[in-house]
């Protein structure tokens, strides 16, 4: 038998805490570079995609397809599989490791987005961004899943915000890449459009290579049967920081007793989620659904606002757009730590709540034509700069706030929810309010999504939970967790719920082996 082939009992480790209390390291920085930048791969790919559907619909793209399919089937296809490769991809990465998922998921990733540089019909290109899409969903859900469990928690909510928001970087190189892609002076119109989305392949396996470098969750191992391999990974681990910082580490005293398993049922994750924790369930909903159709009512119409309301050209819209998603990430980047300091729930329900009433500010001096181009785009990069760091802190809670075994699978559904209601209920709610041409729609539109992101921020208010700086394994008993016996499990080793009741469970395996 393999030292590494799961054998379950019921074990007692040190090793969330361990991993709790190493200081940030070049160890670290490899976790981020190899799991969080492809945010940045998915920002380019949808900004790219949205400026250059006119040129797709030109004669001598080499693609018979119109505007209208490209914003349309196009991105609800994309939608579509972004909903479908969460759920699909969360379920296993639960069963059977982050590692393979992560690894998995960008694969699936880079090779539809190459195959979409290749397109030759529109059944072909509809496909390959559904595809894309699908590999897109698991990575949200792959990844966020690893990040939290891999990254210190005096750490954890600055990294996981700048990580999502990183999203925007990506948007930002999207823009201006489209700006030259489109020119025709340098690239045929059948050339440019596919270049951009080979760039996005070849980036992709840079970070392929670094990300093939990052461990397994050790969170993830010793509830599964390989507490022997975790124990060891995070020996590895200490030692090179050790070594990096020239001093030894203090020795971690918390420990946690669980009851090792190999999987968990949909009928216990969705008893977790919805019976035990109603009150973060609810709070996951509104930060999803908030941000969505706060960020539909502004970015799905702001081309068509700026060409129909202050006569931009549609060549230059790109510009505009980047100065919005740099707005967009400097959010995170600057109000990311305050959510480690100044804790979630009043950083949370601060920046929705703001973001929403600075919206609806934008929407009346828009009404009352008190706005140019140049200070509508600066009067989204304020609210957005806002919104950004609220809507990547909905990731982070979801991730944080349920059972260790449910984690994956609650980012999944989350996160689908979130990008249905912004994909398919925004573009329909919001397509004709924002190209009638009237202004009294658009203000509609924004008005609509500035009060759900009030609304979400009101819901933080009283359901957000005060994670920051704390264990996951404080924050969200795990379902494996064994009940306080002889002193070893500690506080950890008590399932808490909202409801009452016991929230652990499971298999109990045979023995005892301490770890």
Request: glycine fraction near 12%.
């Amino acid at each position: 038998m393999s030292r590494d082939e799961p054998v379950l009992g019921t074990v007692t480790t040190r090793v969330p805490a361990r991993l709790d209390r190493l200081p940030w390291s070049r160890w670290h920085w490899m976790i981020v570079i190899g799991l969080g930048t492809v945010w940045i791969l998915d920002g380019l790919e949808v900004t790219v995609v949205g400026n250059i559907a006119s040129r797709l619909s030109e004669d001598g793209s080499g693609l018979a397809v119109t505007d209208a399919q490209v914003t349309g089937v196009a991105a609800a296809l994309y939608v579509a599989g972004a909903c479908s490769g969460a759920l699909f991809f969360g379920r296993l990465t639960d069963l059977y490791g982050r590692k393979k998922l992560f690894l998995v998921t960008l694969a699936v990733y880079l090779g539809a987005t190459a195959m979409t540089a290749v397109s030759f019909s529109p059944w072909w290109f509809f496909l390959f961004r559904f595809l894309t899409g699908f590999g897109i969903g698991g990575e949200y859900a792959a990844i966020n899943s690893a990040i939290d469990e891999l990254i210190p928690s005096k750490y954890r909510g600055r990294v996981d915000l700048i990580i999502n928001g990183s999203y925007w970087f990506g948007a930002m190189g999207g823009a201006l890449l489209s700006v030259l892609a489109l020119n025709t002076d340098i690239f045929p119109k059948d050339i440019g459009w596919r270049l951009t989305f080979a760039l996005g392949v070849v980036l992709g396996l840079v970070i392929l290579l670094v990300r093939r470098h990052v461990p397994e969750s050790p969170r993830w191992m010793f509830i599964h049967g390989r507490g022997e391999a975790a124990e060891r990974l995070v020996d590895d681990v200490e030692g090179a920081i050790e070594q990096e910082k020239g001093q030894a580490l203090p020795e971690a005293a918390e420990e946690i007793t669980i009851r090792q398993r190999r999987s968990v049922g949909f009928l216990e994750i969705g008893r977790s989620v919805f019976r035990d924790h109603p009150r973060r369930a609810t709070l996951g909903f509104a930060l999803f659904v908030g941000q969505a159709f706060l960020y539909n009512a502004i970015t799905f119409g702001f081309g068509s606002i700026l060409v129909k309301f202050f006569d931009v050209s549609s060549g230059v819209t790109g510009y505009f757009f980047a100065v919005i998603a740099f707005g967009n990430f400097l959010g995170p980047l600057l109000l990311g730590r305050l959510f480690d300091t100044w804790g979630r729930r009043p950083m949370i329900a601060g920046t929705y709540i703001l973001s929403g009433a600075l919206l609806f500010g934008t929407a009346w001096l828009f009404g009352a034509g008190l706005l140019t181009a140049t200070t509508m785009t600066l009067c989204w990069c304020v609210v957005l700069f806002f919104a950004s760091a609220g809507a990547s802190s909905a990731y982070l809670t979801v991730s944080e706030i349920f059972p260790m075994e449910t984690r994956a699978m609650s980012i999944a559904f989350f996160y689908a929810i979130g990008t249905a209601a912004g994909g398919i209920s925004g573009p329909l709610l919001f397509a004709s309010l924002t190209e009638s041409g009237v202004v009294s729609d658009a203000v509609i539109a924004f008005c609509v999504g500035a009060a759900l992101m009030v609304a979400a921020g009101v819901v933080a208010v009283f359901f957000a939970v005060p994670a920051e700086q704390r264990s996951l394994e404080d924050v969200a008993t795990p379902l494996s967790a064994v009940a306080d016996e002889g002193g070893t499990g500690g506080e950890r080793g008590r399932a808490t719920t909202e409801t009452g009741g016991n929230a652990g469970g499971g298999p109990s395996g045979e023995g005892r082996a301490p770890l």
